[in-house]
């Protein structure tokens, strides 16, 4: 049973290009989870997605930012427009159906690095 | 505001020196309190949920303990293996996030 999928694990972007960042959530877990980590900071809450639907995103930057997490396919967050800041490690994680962070699972993460 | 500072930033310990790490929280209403390892360059791994004070889990060499205020991780008697980052979460009033504290970074030497 594969775990949280992240894609790619390193990412190096210019400023002003776009970042796309990919998470493919264990089987059978419909909750996913984007969480930001900055240097010498802890993890930080962005947005939560069931299919279709974004439950919360009171963590997102209000502009550049953005997430989806379709029918069929993975989830994706989308930075447009990068700039030095946005470089982090950012963390994906899912849970099952109904249990929500009780069984949260993280991916090993993307390293975005904004040159 | 929901809060999670852990204590210390750093624990340097030899190998069998066993020790405790330290959670403090302020939420309106603990939901669940959560204990994470996170090694360099992977994501966190899961270790432990509690949910009441007084609650107890362990695994291996770990004792998560917790309080109205805070929780504990203790390590017994730890190994070169257990050093990594510890970090504590408690889940935010809608049930939606985590927030994460910064971190204890312990380094185990033989």
């Known amino acids: 049973n594969a775990g949280v999928m992240q894609n790619p694990r390193h990412l190096v972007r210019r400023r002003g290009q776009e970042a796309r960042l990919r998470c493919s959530p264990m089987?059978?877990?419909?909750?996913v989870y984007w969480y930001r980590q900055l240097p010498e900071e802890g993890l930080k809450f962005m947005v939560y997605?069931?299919?279709?639907?974004?439950?919360?995103e009171s963590g997102m930057p209000k502009e550049r930012f953005s997430a989806e997490f379709p029918k069929e396919g993975p989830s994706i967050l989308r930075i447009q427009q990068v700039v030095r800041g946005d470089s982090a490690a950012y963390f994906c994680?899912?849970?099952?159906?109904?249990?929500?962070?009780?069984?949260?699972?993280f991916g090993q993460g993307t390293r975005l690095t904004v040159v | 505001e929901d809060q999670v500072t852990q204590s210390p930033e750093a624990l340097r310990l030899q190998e069998g020196e066993s020790s405790s790490l330290n959670c403090s929280y302020t939420?309106?209403?603990?939901?669940?309190l959560f204990w994470y390892r996170q090694d360099p360059g992977k994501g966190p791994e899961f270790l432990f949920t509690?949910?009441?004070a007084g609650e107890e889990k362990e695994k291996e060499r770990l004792k998560a303990t917790l309080t109205k205020k805070e929780s504990f991780l203790h390590i017994t008697a730890p190994k070169p293996e257990d050093s990594a980052t510890y970090l504590c979460?408690?889940?935010?009033?809608?049930?939606?996030?985590?927030?994460f504290g910064k971190g204890t970074t312990l380094s185990v030497s033989s």
């Open positions: 997605l069931q299919k279709e639907n974004i439950i919360d």
């Open positions: 994680a899912s849970s099952p159906q109904g249990q929500r962070n009780t069984e949260a699972f």
């Open positions: 509690l949910y009441s």
């Open positions: 939420v309106s209403g603990l939901r669940g």
């Open positions: 979460a408690v889940e935010n009033q809608a049930g939606t996030a985590l927030i």
């Open positions: 089987k059978g877990h419909s909750h």
